[in-house]
């Protein structure tokens, strides 16, 4: 279908879905978008696929369809995939503790936590401690991380709840998976997802890509925070400080970050989460997404301070419908805005990424409107009434 915009804006829209790409154009004459994505996909079938805007900031650049963005923390929910991957091959148990996998994390009282409190955020590994200040280079270096983390107390008390491991996660989960199969997360994901699903994400750009990353731009002010923060905080959130500009360095793009440096795609994205929503089971069997998708218990969490649940490496969907209206829908937002989510209730695969970032901890308000715009379009094409050719 023919697109008009302020911003250049190619793609398609299946019949029905017109109001997701209306959605669309007004993230970029209203809501300040610069370049974007978003696609969804609906029981196997692509019924969303747009991209438009510009990959950089002075605009010379026009947003591809192949362009690759910085996906933040929507990388987590593709390094819990392939843990789960792992537990359904019965080389991960959820439940044995950390150190059965990797004995060096026993240390500082750190013996007896499991698994799944590493992917549920409950294990107090927030990051390594404020009064060890480190840079942006030590998130480079996976050994150090590694050694550091594993040397490092828990700072808060494991399993009470959750408080999110803004950048450890990446490690501690990766280590986990390194430490079973030889593989990096990034080389783990390759082999077990993106290729078998053909899928442009990444854990680590290859240089040749390189030429294909959007530029991030820096988010303005967003919401203060009403508590000063502690170590645990400190820990998950400044130490070191990624700023948006961060995810513009090469050596950031080439590294391996696995809470933080995805690249990809929104059809990637929505392929990936499509590809756990649809019954095929190519990716996971169903009990083991119903499995990632259980709730590990609702709190305040001690980082962010904001209410939420998370499953097995997973956010669920919640009150403010961030998925949509299905509570068990689950999938991952990132710094700024981006997300990719799984709705197995609506078949539903979605994934949306940008390169201006926003200041809302989740639920950007451009993402929103797509979301919203999606699950309007699904209602009504739903009724008896409609004819869907």
């Not at 019965?90 to 936590?113: H, M, N, Q, S, T």
């Amino acid at each position: 279908m023919p697109l008009s915009s302020p911003a250049p804006v190619h793609g398609e829209t299946a019949e029905g879905f017109e109001p997701v790409a209306q959605a669309f154009q007004q993230n970029f004459a209203e809501r300040s978008e610069l370049g974007a994505a978003v696609t969804v996909v609906a029981r196997g079938r692509t019924v969303v696929d747009l991209w438009g805007g510009w990959a950089d900031e002075e605009r010379r650049a026009p947003w591809r369809r192949p362009t690759l963005t910085n996906l933040w923390s929507s990388t987590k929910g593709l390094v819990a995939l392939c843990a789960l991957q792992l537990v359904e091959s019965g080389d991960l148990d959820l439940d044995a503790p950390v150190a059965r996998y990797w004995p060096e994390f026993a240390a500082a009282g750190k013996a007896g936590i499991p698994v799944r409190w590493l992917l549920s955020h409950r294990s107090g590994v927030t990051g390594v401690a404020p009064e060890h200040p480190l840079q942006i280079d030590d998130l480079l270096d996976w050994t150090k991380m590694t050694l550091l983390l594993s040397a490092q107390e828990p700072l808060f008390e494991p399993g009470s709840a959750s408080g999110y491991h803004a950048l450890s996660y990446g490690f501690l989960v990766g280590e986990v998976i390194r430490r079973i199969t030889g593989q990096t997360a990034g080389e783990f994901f390759r082999a077990n997802v993106a290729l078998p699903l053909n899928v442009d994400v990444h854990i680590g750009v290859i240089r040749d890509d390189l030429v294909r990353c959007s530029t991030m731009v820096e988010p303005g002010a967003g919401p203060e925070r009403t508590v000063a923060p502690d170590r645990a905080t400190l820990a998950a959130l400044a130490n070191p400080l990624p700023l948006g500009r961060t995810a513009n360095l090469t050596r950031w793009r080439v590294a391996e970050v696995p809470a933080a440096n995805g690249h990809g795609t929104a059809h990637g994205l929505a392929t990936i989460y499509g590809a756990l929503a649809d019954g095929s089971e190519r990716l996971l069997r169903y009990e083991t997404i119903e499995l990632g998708r259980t709730g590990q218990g609702r709190c305040r969490d001690l980082v962010m301070g904001l209410d939420n649940e998370f499953g097995l490496g997973f956010t669920l969907g919640s009150d403010q419908r961030s998925f949509g209206p299905n509570p068990r829908a689950f999938g991952h937002d990132g710094f700024g805005g981006s997300t990719g989510f799984a709705d197995p209730e609506s078949g539903v695969g979605f994934g949306y990424v940008m390169n201006r970032m926003g200041p809302h901890p989740r639920d950007d308000p451009r993402k929103m409107a797509l979301v919203e715009a999606t699950y309007a379009c699904l209602a009504r094409l739903a009724q008896p009434s409609v004819k869907v050719r």
